[in-house]
């Protein structure tokens, strides 16, 4: 069940990067990144990226990053991976009208990066259970 929940975090991850990289208005630097990477044709759904799919995959990825902290319980570490779809999600809703949501948006997702790549290296281990009566 971990391996499945440390996939599905990849998936959020990776879709909220995907999403984000086909809004060039939205986000400059990463539409410039992607007309980079020769990913352009993306800014074709834009509307559907921002609307649909971007709080798709963060709350995707928030729900699964709450469920590991709940399973591992590392507090630090549960605290970290939740709040870049947090604030994935606070960019889009209410703080979008904030000339400064940009940067923020920006920071979770670097956050939501290296979370992810820490995890692939060093995985939390499992919760010891309690031992055994008699």
Request: glycine content about 10%; proline content about 5%.
């Amino acid at each position: 069940m971990a391996r499945l929940v440390r996939y599905i975090d990849k998936i959020g991850v990776g879709g909220v990067i995907i999403a984000a990289l086909s809004c060039a208005a939205c986000f400059p630097a990463l539409g410039t990144l992607a007309a980079a990477l020769g990913l352009g044709f993306l800014s074709q759904l834009e509307g559907v990226a921002i609307n649909r799919l971007l709080p798709a995959f963060a709350g995707l990825a928030l729900t699964v990053n709450a469920y590991g902290w709940y399973q591992h319980r590392i507090h630090w570490r549960g605290i970290l991976s939740v709040s870049g779809p947090i604030a994935i999600l606070a960019t889009l809703y209410p703080l979008w009208q904030y000339g400064w949501s940009t940067y923020l948006f920006y920071g979770a997702l670097v956050l939501m990066l290296v979370v992810s790549f820490a995890d692939q290296i060093c995985p939390p281990k499992a919760v010891c259970s309690l031992p055994a009566a008699g």
